[in-house]
Protein backbone atom coordinates (compact mmCIF):
# COMPACT_ATOMS: atom_id res chain seq x y z
CA UNK A 1 0.00 0.00 0.00
CA UNK A 2 1.74 3.01 -1.21
CA UNK A 3 2.17 5.96 1.16
CA UNK A 4 1.71 9.28 1.36
CA UNK A 5 3.00 10.99 -1.96
CA UNK A 6 4.60 14.90 -1.76
CA UNK A 7 5.57 16.38 -4.62
CA UNK A 8 7.91 17.94 -5.40
CA UNK A 9 10.56 17.26 -2.38
CA UNK A 10 12.45 20.24 -2.99
CA UNK A 11 12.15 23.71 -4.37
CA UNK A 12 13.57 26.69 -4.44
CA UNK A 13 11.51 29.98 -5.29
CA UNK A 14 12.39 33.86 -5.24
CA UNK A 15 10.69 36.64 -2.89
CA UNK A 16 7.45 37.76 -4.58
CA UNK A 17 6.54 34.07 -6.40
CA UNK A 18 4.01 31.76 -5.73
CA UNK A 19 4.62 28.07 -5.46
CA UNK A 20 1.82 25.16 -5.44
CA UNK A 21 2.84 21.99 -3.40
CA UNK A 22 1.17 18.46 -3.75
CA UNK A 23 -0.02 15.55 -1.49
CA UNK A 24 -1.54 12.22 -2.64
CA UNK A 25 -2.61 10.53 0.24
CA UNK A 26 -3.09 7.10 1.27
CA UNK A 27 -5.61 5.15 -1.05
CA UNK A 28 -9.04 5.35 0.81
CA UNK A 29 -8.15 8.30 2.69
CA UNK A 30 -9.99 10.94 2.18
CA UNK A 31 -8.60 13.60 5.14
CA UNK A 32 -5.51 15.12 4.64
CA UNK A 33 -3.72 17.79 6.44
CA UNK A 34 -0.84 20.22 6.41
CA UNK A 35 1.46 21.54 8.09
CA UNK A 36 4.36 23.91 8.20
CA UNK A 37 7.80 23.40 10.00
CA UNK A 38 10.68 25.64 10.74
CA UNK A 39 13.29 25.45 13.18
CA UNK A 40 11.83 28.71 15.03
CA UNK A 41 8.21 27.34 15.31
CA UNK A 42 8.19 24.48 15.46
CA UNK A 43 5.22 22.18 13.76
CA UNK A 44 2.42 24.11 13.36
CA UNK A 45 -1.06 23.32 11.33
CA UNK A 46 -1.74 25.09 7.92
CA UNK A 47 -5.33 23.71 7.03
CA UNK A 48 -7.22 20.05 6.82
CA UNK A 49 -9.33 18.87 4.17
CA UNK A 50 -12.56 16.32 3.93
CA UNK A 51 -14.41 15.17 1.09
CA UNK A 52 -13.23 18.80 -0.78
CA UNK A 53 -13.79 20.53 1.86
CA UNK A 54 -11.93 22.69 4.42
CA UNK A 55 -12.44 22.04 7.78
CA UNK A 56 -10.20 23.57 9.87
CA UNK A 57 -7.75 26.51 9.16
CA UNK A 58 -4.58 26.75 11.39
CA UNK A 59 -3.44 30.59 12.43
CA UNK A 60 -1.61 31.28 9.18
CA UNK A 61 -2.16 34.59 6.47
CA UNK A 62 -4.33 34.20 3.51
CA UNK A 63 -1.43 33.95 1.50
CA UNK A 64 -1.84 29.98 2.14
CA UNK A 65 -4.21 28.83 1.12
CA UNK A 66 -4.99 24.57 -0.59
CA UNK A 67 -7.83 22.76 -2.02
CA UNK A 68 -8.46 18.84 -2.27
CA UNK A 69 -9.96 17.42 -5.09
CA UNK A 70 -12.87 14.72 -5.92
CA UNK A 71 -9.85 12.05 -5.33
CA UNK A 72 -8.71 13.64 -2.21
CA UNK A 73 -5.30 14.92 -3.45
CA UNK A 74 -4.47 18.09 -2.13
CA UNK A 75 -2.86 20.90 -3.17
CA UNK A 76 -1.07 23.66 -1.08
CA UNK A 77 -0.61 27.16 -2.54
CA UNK A 78 1.63 30.08 -1.06
CA UNK A 79 1.50 33.57 -3.08
CA UNK A 80 3.33 36.20 -2.81
CA UNK A 81 6.29 34.19 -0.86
CA UNK A 82 8.60 35.47 1.76
CA UNK A 83 11.74 34.72 3.01
CA UNK A 84 10.12 33.13 6.24
CA UNK A 85 7.81 30.84 4.10
CA UNK A 86 11.24 28.55 3.85
CA UNK A 87 10.19 25.44 5.57
CA UNK A 88 9.24 21.66 5.32
CA UNK A 89 5.59 21.19 5.16
CA UNK A 90 4.47 18.44 5.93
CA UNK A 91 1.09 16.53 4.34
CA UNK A 92 -0.71 13.75 6.89
CA UNK A 93 -3.58 12.34 5.59
CA UNK A 94 -5.79 9.65 7.60
CA UNK A 95 -9.51 7.79 6.93
CA UNK A 96 -11.54 10.28 8.57
CA UNK A 97 -11.05 14.18 9.29
CA UNK A 98 -10.48 15.58 13.20
CA UNK A 99 -8.00 13.89 14.24
CA UNK A 100 -9.82 11.07 15.38
CA UNK A 101 -7.59 8.47 13.67
CA UNK A 102 -3.92 7.39 13.23
CA UNK A 103 -2.65 10.09 10.72
CA UNK A 104 0.12 9.58 7.98
CA UNK A 105 2.41 11.52 6.89
CA UNK A 106 4.23 12.50 3.65
CA UNK A 107 8.13 13.22 3.56
CA UNK A 108 7.32 16.56 3.08
CA UNK A 109 8.67 19.36 0.76
CA UNK A 110 11.43 21.61 1.60
CA UNK A 111 10.51 24.75 0.51
CA UNK A 112 13.25 27.37 0.10
CA UNK A 113 12.72 31.22 -0.60
CA UNK A 114 15.75 33.58 -1.65
CA UNK B 1 -2.97 31.58 25.60
CA UNK B 2 -3.28 28.02 24.54
CA UNK B 3 0.61 27.04 24.97
CA UNK B 4 1.95 23.35 24.82
CA UNK B 5 5.68 22.40 26.48
CA UNK B 6 8.11 20.10 26.13
CA UNK B 7 10.65 18.87 28.14
CA UNK B 8 13.80 18.73 28.06
CA UNK B 9 14.70 20.05 24.86
CA UNK B 10 17.38 17.46 24.12
CA UNK B 11 18.31 14.61 26.00
CA UNK B 12 21.74 12.29 25.32
CA UNK B 13 21.36 8.88 26.95
CA UNK B 14 22.96 5.49 26.35
CA UNK B 15 21.48 2.31 25.01
CA UNK B 16 19.55 0.44 27.44
CA UNK B 17 18.47 3.41 29.63
CA UNK B 18 15.26 4.66 30.47
CA UNK B 19 13.86 7.87 29.27
CA UNK B 20 10.76 9.62 30.64
CA UNK B 21 9.76 12.59 28.23
CA UNK B 22 7.64 15.21 29.23
CA UNK B 23 4.85 17.42 27.80
CA UNK B 24 2.35 20.20 29.76
CA UNK B 25 -0.31 21.98 28.28
CA UNK B 26 -2.33 24.69 28.97
CA UNK B 27 -4.98 24.45 26.40
CA UNK B 28 -9.10 25.74 26.40
CA UNK B 29 -11.05 23.09 25.50
CA UNK B 30 -8.70 20.11 25.53
CA UNK B 31 -9.78 17.09 23.32
CA UNK B 32 -6.88 14.71 23.15
CA UNK B 33 -2.96 14.69 23.24
CA UNK B 34 -0.78 12.79 20.41
CA UNK B 35 2.77 11.70 20.72
CA UNK B 36 4.43 11.54 17.14
CA UNK B 37 8.11 10.08 16.84
CA UNK B 38 9.71 12.21 14.05
CA UNK B 39 12.93 10.88 12.45
CA UNK B 40 14.29 13.06 9.17
CA UNK B 41 11.07 14.36 7.92
CA UNK B 42 8.02 12.20 8.16
CA UNK B 43 6.55 11.95 11.83
CA UNK B 44 4.76 8.57 12.70
CA UNK B 45 2.03 8.26 14.93
CA UNK B 46 2.57 7.14 18.41
CA UNK B 47 -0.52 7.34 20.93
CA UNK B 48 -3.57 9.24 21.56
CA UNK B 49 -4.77 10.01 24.77
CA UNK B 50 -7.91 11.10 25.83
CA UNK B 51 -8.79 9.94 28.84
CA UNK B 52 -6.75 10.36 32.19
CA UNK B 53 -4.88 7.82 33.73
CA UNK B 54 -5.06 5.42 31.41
CA UNK B 55 -1.24 3.81 30.17
CA UNK B 56 -1.03 3.15 26.11
CA UNK B 57 1.56 0.67 25.70
CA UNK B 58 3.18 -0.31 22.44
CA UNK B 59 6.36 -2.26 23.28
CA UNK B 60 9.24 -0.43 24.99
CA UNK B 61 7.35 2.85 24.59
CA UNK B 62 3.98 4.00 27.00
CA UNK B 63 2.38 6.94 27.48
CA UNK B 64 -0.07 8.39 30.27
CA UNK B 65 -2.18 11.44 30.54
CA UNK B 66 -3.06 13.22 33.50
CA UNK B 67 -5.70 15.49 32.65
CA UNK B 68 -6.00 17.28 36.33
CA UNK B 69 -2.23 18.49 36.34
CA UNK B 70 -2.23 19.18 32.88
CA UNK B 71 0.49 16.71 31.37
CA UNK B 72 1.82 13.59 29.83
CA UNK B 73 4.69 11.71 29.79
CA UNK B 74 6.37 9.04 27.22
CA UNK B 75 7.90 6.66 28.61
CA UNK B 76 11.05 4.46 26.70
CA UNK B 77 12.50 1.42 28.34
CA UNK B 78 15.65 -0.37 27.29
CA UNK B 79 16.62 2.44 24.42
CA UNK B 80 18.09 1.44 21.66
CA UNK B 81 19.87 3.86 19.15
CA UNK B 82 16.83 3.48 16.86
CA UNK B 83 15.11 5.30 19.38
CA UNK B 84 16.82 8.26 18.37
CA UNK B 85 14.89 10.77 17.00
CA UNK B 86 12.67 13.99 18.18
CA UNK B 87 9.62 13.56 19.81
CA UNK B 88 6.61 15.46 19.23
CA UNK B 89 3.85 16.33 21.63
CA UNK B 90 0.62 17.31 19.97
CA UNK B 91 -2.96 19.10 22.12
CA UNK B 92 -5.95 18.99 19.96
CA UNK B 93 -9.29 21.08 20.84
CA UNK B 94 -12.43 20.70 20.30
CA UNK B 95 -12.38 22.84 17.55
CA UNK B 96 -9.68 20.44 15.62
CA UNK B 97 -7.52 22.97 16.35
CA UNK B 98 -3.80 21.38 17.08
CA UNK B 99 -0.89 22.89 18.91
CA UNK B 100 2.37 21.17 18.76
CA UNK B 101 5.27 21.31 21.31
CA UNK B 102 8.72 22.17 19.97
CA UNK B 103 10.14 18.54 20.81
CA UNK B 104 12.64 16.35 22.23
CA UNK B 105 15.37 15.64 20.86
CA UNK B 106 16.13 12.43 21.96
CA UNK B 107 19.83 10.53 21.02
CA UNK B 108 20.29 6.84 21.97
CA UNK B 109 24.42 6.59 22.23
CA UNK B 110 25.70 3.05 21.83
Known amino acids: KAGVTQTPRYLIKTRGQQVTLSCSPI?????VSWYQQTPGQGLQFLFE???????NKGNFPGRFSGRQFSNSRSEMNVSTLELGDSALYLC?????????????FGQGTRLTVV | EDKVVQSPLSLVVHEGDTVTLNCSYE??????LLWYKQEKKAPTFLFML????IEKKSGRLSSILDKKELFSILNITATQTGDSAIYLC??????????FGAGTRLTVKP
Open chain 2, 27 to 32: VTNFRS
Open chain 2, 90 to 99: AVLDNNNDMR
Open chain 1, 92 to 104: ASSLFPGFNTEAF
Open chain 1, 49 to 55: YFSETQR
Open chain 1, 27 to 31: SGHRS
Open chain 2, 50 to 53: TSSG
